[in-house]
């Protein structure tokens, strides 16, 4: 038989292989929606696991007052969260915002251990301002990251590793704004003696991360805080950073004339009692 008579089955066999080619990409295509559909509906099924683990924090969510729309704090929040100057979220932001509008009378300072780049300061400074309570604000850090952890509890916190890519000198530029703000460039087991005559702090914002360093500042700040002041430490509730409520606690417990509140944003309050 010559080729020329077999040439119509070769045609036909040619024309069901490339139908045969396209189906099985068809397939595959199909095979991998399904997959992709199927790792959607897995991601899915994780964030309802989720939120209904977290059921306690999110129920009736949508009835609260959406704290970005109370003027002026939204829009001073915004700022600082839009110049990527801090870590807080609103939510933090708000509970400072609260401790200055109630600061005692008799509070004459105000300080803050653990600055970074400074956007905790400035919305603290911004809102003692839009207060009318100017007064002596430290604004404390190495600028140069840790310089003692405790391994057990800090977590992954390490002198050299976290936090070391800032200025001081550009924190300083960014705050030039507020006149009654120092800025105290240092490890603060050695700058805190330098304003140790300072004895009536009225809030006090502790954002260090770590054991060793909290435990001392609440040492330090803890006598010299007015009655009806505050010290918020940040990650209180964090868990990464067992160290701050390990000392927090500690605090409380060797100190009854302070009591401390755990806030669902992860801030612990750590107020004076005696305030009239
Ligand atoms: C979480 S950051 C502060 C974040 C900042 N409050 C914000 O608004 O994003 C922690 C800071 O604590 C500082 N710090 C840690 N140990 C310190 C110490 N012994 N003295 C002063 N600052 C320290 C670090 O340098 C770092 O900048």
Redesign the pocket.
Known sequence: MSVLSKLPWIRRYAIENERLRTKLTESRQQVRELREREERMAQDAELLRQAREYDYYWREAFKRIDIRQLMPFGEVADRVIRDR????NVDRLYTLWQAVESLPPEAHAVA??????G???WFVADALRRRGREMPFYV?????????VDEELDGLHRPGV??TR?KAEKVAKYLRGFPFVRVEV????ETAPTFAAENAFGLV?L????YP?TRFCLEFFGPRIVPGGVIVA?DYGTTTCEGVKKAVDEFVAANPGFRVFHLLTGQAVVTRLGGS
């Open positions: 100057r801090t870590y807080l803050e251990v653990g600055v970074y780049r956007g905790s300061a404390c850090d190495t600028f140069q990251g840790h310089v003692e976290q936090f800032v240092g490890d603060i087991r914002h954002d260090v991360d770590v360093i940040d």
